[in-house]
């Protein structure tokens, strides 16, 4: 019963080789009552081909797509190895999805089936389920709630769908067999920072590619990955840099996934995993640094002082690291060394990095200083870039030629050039997606009959080798004055520090830069409660004419890096704080400038008038 | 793995009979180690359970066994007499802190399970025939377990008294039977060999070899140190299974709140007996043990001093811990050989009992001070130091 006729390798296939391989073998890990669970790749495969079966048995044939809408979890995958087994299309929904999105997302792809997580995802699917006529099932993962209360017919639970798979056994080989390199195996949504949200079609041969340049052949972490590392899979997974580092990593290199129980506590499951790869979205990687500084003004002072100290010291060992692209010297290895027994390895221990041998941050632009900072305490950091539409597949820093400010160099196997006339980076290889799912004006734009694919990003060469990314083209403000600003650099050193969350650069057409700022509010928070002040809310505190000086200052020093036509003016602070369901933010934390301009009209305009 | 030694048996299992659900259900991955240098993921109860749970607890206890048994080599006999009667006494100590410190009633009457225990122990390795009673079982294996059952029979009698009463009523209750016991054991001289003239104690024998006298083996005291030292051990491990089980969280229960914990479903009656009954089964233990290092008892011994030393042990090493315990034994019992040694250095403290102040009053207000002290500046105790000490290091670079 091995490897029947199956030409076309696919995910799926390289989990059943493993499930042959070393069934005993832990493939995940879960947390249950306070116990990492373990599933090993029996376990996983099992699973898969019940559900595959059902999937079946419920009538989906090839190219139907099947959406998952939950948090990370084993079910997850199980269900998107399944879907791909019977050549499916797994459609991913973001956990915070609210209704209106869920409608269209639904009604867009035109889902089949849909696994929801528990009664809140049931919900939202159920309230919408007039809009979207296609959806026939929806498979519920935890019955709390749901399980004797709701008598929809189209409801059942997972362990139903199990049972469906175990007694309605179907042609699951040969439907396996008979997959083509050309199958859309899933469709990843953009984050729809613009318009509504497209969906990327991306098919098994691309996934292939990038499993082979990513993983095989150590695009990312070097040497490449394998079963003895373990990551925290801890993003949302119809992202598909998550879906990388999670599903591709896990079943190309069979790397340990270990789900985080939520966002929130991730910072604990880091310190009991102790990762030794881990990806995370600048957000994170600006949290993390945000919190440290807050336990280190808070320590007792002998500690304060000792690490303070340390921490000057790995500034100026992150400062020889990215003279050098990473490198140690024999200088910095013995500072780190000493060090090393001094603090960061406690740090790196609790930070949960003590293991990390490669970090990288990616899916939006990150400040350098945090960067630095990561790289002076002994995490090996990488900016990476690359995006849905070639499969996160572009540029990556590799291990001892980082140029910090840049996203890297070109990964092996992509041809990338940055268009002369409007500085976009055009990008091409195996891994350039099939188009946007039934949106083939859309696809024209961003796909020339060249087979380029137009990022959207513009970029530039840094001594030949490396990629630096100014900004979104669409985001490019030009002043009153005519100049051309990008307004993410602005942007990022202002969220580089730990008192700001959102920084919002305003001034298309107008005389000068203004910018909205959102403060961090456990950061400034803490902040006042150490200088006495008193606030109620998150609104009040920003009111505060404290923490106005307080940024001020921040706004002050930041705009001496700039040039004079790129300095904010003006700012004023956001009202609240954004909001996925409220539309200011994307799924994926990402600022929506639009809705953003036309939300806070009032505060823009005010900063214009006076 | 045993999935290799048979592929053709193992692959594709769940298409070999078994119904595939239960396959789906529960499939062991056949590796139930955690990854290596992952102390806080535990990936069972029994990981998150373990009383040596890092590695760095194994070795440090594994060094501090390793020394104590070395130390029998090293040190003098007469220090070695001093540890010996110290671990002892942190039997009793965990003893004490088994029914006050985890289970959270007050006992002032552990002197007098002590005097049984010791009693017991004497009475039955006594030779036969003589002025006291005695039965002629000097195996120690014998006397031993009986003497801790004969207290802890007497503490289950105690015991109804102290689901009646609570707090200072309990304590009360149990200084009476100090005064009970010291009135029984000067007046039954047949057993006791009354006031001032006392009785010979226990016999440590084991297996025919007598440990209270030199041998081939090694002098008395290096016997006697490794004897103690070893049941130290035994005791001292039982007693930390025992904090971590379902009767020691029900004891916890009871301490901080009787009601809360009844209402738990914890039958309060029962588990007061229990606590009751092993903490006198530990002092038994103690008092039979602790005079067969001086071969010799007195039933004046028994008084309320032995009962505050035992809350002082117990005060000052920490209050439900059993480490705790074993270090406030050490402390106070090496603390009497320091206030034995001051009418050297201090000319108006006096070694006679006659004169004011001796050295048996300043030990007396040193106990005192010393609660005092603890209770206000460290109500944990030298535990409780330790933890501080530890999780300053332990958070390091941070404060929490």
């Known amino acids: 019963m091995t490897m029947t006729a199956t030409r076309t390798q696919t995910i799926a296939t390289r989990v059943r080789r493993r499930a042959e391989e070393s069934p005993g073998a832990v493939a995940m890990r879960y947390k249950d009552f306070g116990i990492w669970k373990e599933a090993g790749w029996l376990t996983y495969w099992t699973h898969v081909e019940l559900v595959a079966h059902a999937l079946m048995a419920l009538g989906v044939q090839p190219g139907d797509r099947v959406a998952v809408h939950s948090e990370n979890r084993p079910e997850w995958l199980y269900a998107d190895l399944a879907t791909v087994a019977i050549r499916g299309i797994t459609v991913g929904l973001y956990p915070t999805n609210p209704p209106a999105e869920v409608a269209y997302l639904l009604s867009n792809s035109g889902a089949k089936i849909l696994i929801a997580e528990d009664q809140e995802q049931v919900d939202k699917a159920l309230a919408v389920i007039d809009e979207c006529p296609d959806l026939e099932r929806i498979v519920y993962l935890e019955p709390r709630g749901i399980r004797g209360r709701y008598d929809d017919p189209r409801l059942m639970s997972w362990e139903e769908l199990l049972a469906m798979g175990a007694e309605r056994a179907g042609p699951l080989e040969e439907r396996m067999a008979s997959a083509e390199p050309g199958d859309v195996m899933t469709l990843i949504y953009t984050s729809g920072t613009t318009g509504p949200p497209k969906g990327v079609m991306l098919t098994v041969a691309n996934v292939e590619f990038a499993v082979r340049t990513l993983v095989e052949n150590g695009g990312f972490t070097s040497p490449p990955p394998s079963e003895r590392d373990l990551i925290v899979s801890y993003l949302p997974l119809c992202h598909v840099a998550e879906r990388a580092f999670t599903v591709w990593f896990n079943s190309a290199a069979g790397v340990q996934v270990n789900f985080a129980e939520s966002i929130d506590t991730v910072q604990a499951n880091l310190r009991e995993v102790q990762p030794t790869i881990l990806f995370g979205v600048p957000r994170i990687w600006e949290k993390i640094l945000a919190q440290v500084n807050i336990k280190i003004d808070s320590a007792s002072p002998l500690k304060r002082l000792t690490t303070r100290l340390w921490l000057r010291v790995a500034d100026r060992i992150g400062d020889t690291l990215v003279r050098t692209g990473g490198r140690h010297t024999m200088g910095t290895r013995a500072l780190y060394g000493l060090g090393w027994l001094m603090c960061y390895r406690s740090l790196r221990e609790r930070l949960g990095m003590r293991r990390v041998r490669y970090a990288a941050s990616g899916a939006a632009p990150i400040a350098p200083d945090v960067l630095k900072f990561y790289m002076g305490i002994g995490v090996a950091m990488h900016e990476v870039y690359g995006m849905s539409e070639n499969t996160a597949i572009a540029t990556g820093n590799r291990p001892g030629r980082i140029r910090l400010g840049t996203v890297g160099e070109p990964q092996e196997g992509v041809e990338l050039r940055i268009d002369e006339l409007t500085g976009e980076i055009l990008t091409r290889h195996p891994g350039t997606f099939a188009g946007y799912w039934r949106n083939p004006r859309a696809t024209a734009d961003v796909l020339d009959e060249d087979g380029w694919l137009h990022t959207g990003d513009v970029g530039e060469w840094v001594e030949g080798t490396h990629v630096r990314i100014t900004d979104r083209m669409k985001d490019i403000l030009i002043t009153a004055g005519g100049k051309n600003v990008a307004p993410s650099e602005m942007e990022n050193a202002l969220k580089a520090s730990p008192y700001i969350k959102e920084a919002v650069v305003i001034g298309d057409q107008r005389p000068y830069l203004v910018a909205l700022i959102g403060i961090e509010l456990d950061t400034v928070g803490e902040w006042a409660r150490r200088r006495g002040l008193s606030y109620t809310t998150y609104r009040d505190l920003s009111e505060k004419s404290e923490v106005r000086e307080l940024v001020q200052g921040i706004v002050d020093e930041v705009n001496q890096r700039f040039a004079r036509v790129e300095q904010v003016r003006r700012f004023a602070f956001l009202p609240k704080e954004l909001d996925h369901e409220d539309g200011e933010l994307t799924a994926t934390q990402k600022v929506k400038r639009s809705a953003i301009a036309k939300l806070f009209e009032e505060l823009v305009e005010g900063m214009y008038r006076r | ?400």
């Open chain 2, 1 to 400: 793995m045993s999935d290799r030694e048979s592929p053709t048996k193992e692959r594709r299992p769940w298409k070999q009979g078994r119904p595939p659900m239960a396959w789906a259900a529960d499939i062991p991955t056949g590796r139930s180690r955690r990854p290596r240098g992952r102390p806080l993921l535990y990936t069972s109860y029994s990981q998150d359970m373990a009383l040596l749970d890092t590695g760095a607890k194994k070795v440090w206890t594994g060094l501090l066994v390793l020394v104590a048994f070395g130390l029998s080599v090293v040190l003098a006999d007469r220090s070695l007499e001093v540890l010996a009667g110290a671990y002892v006494l942190a039997i009793g100590a965990i003893g004490l802190n088994i029914v006050t410190g985890y289970a959270g009633q007050v006992s002032l009457g552990h002197a007098f399970f002590v005097a049984i225990g010791a009693y017991t122990g004497a009475a039955l390795s006594g030779p036969p025939g003589g002025r006291t009673l005695g039965f002629g079982v000097a195996e120690i294996w014998i006397w031993l377990p009986a003497a801790g059952l004969m207290a802890a029979a007497a503490g289950v009698l105690v015991a109804p008294l102290a689901t009646r009463l609570r707090g200072l009523y309990l304590a009360v209750v149990t200084l009476g039977l100090v005064f009970l016991g010291e009135h029984i054991f000067k007046e039954w001289d047949a057993l006791t060999g009354g006031p001032g003239v006392g009785r010979s104690a226990a016999v440590p024998q084991l297996f025919g070899v007598r440990l209270d006298q030199d041998g081939p083996l090694g002098t008395r005291e290096q016997l006697l140190y490794l004897l103690m030292l070893v049941l130290l051990i035994v005791f001292a491990v039982a007693a930390r299974n025992l904090a971590r089980s379902r009767i020691g969280r029900a004891f916890m229960a009871i301490r901080d709140r009787d009601i809360a914990a009844e209402v738990m479903g914890v039958p309060l009656t029962r588990y007061k007996v229990l606590a009751f009954g092993i903490s006198s089964f530990y002092a038994g233990c103690a008092g039979a043990l602790l005079y067969s290092i001086s071969g010799y008892v007195e039933p004046g011994s028994f008084s309320l001093l032995l009962s505050v030393q035992f809350i002082a042990m117990v005060l000052i090493g920490g209050v439900a811990t059993v480490s705790g315990a074993i270090a406030g034994a050490l402390f106070i019992s090496l603390l009497q050989p320091l206030t034995r040694s001051l009418p050297a250095l201090v000319p108006f403290v006096s070694a006679d009992t006659t004169v004011t102040p001796n050295v048996f009053q300043v030990e007396t207000v040193l106990y005192g001070l010393l609660i005092i002290l603890f209770l206000v500046f460290e109500p944990r105790g030298l535990f409780g130091v330790w933890i501080r000490v530890r999780n300053y290091w332990k958070s390091w670079p941070f404060s929490y």
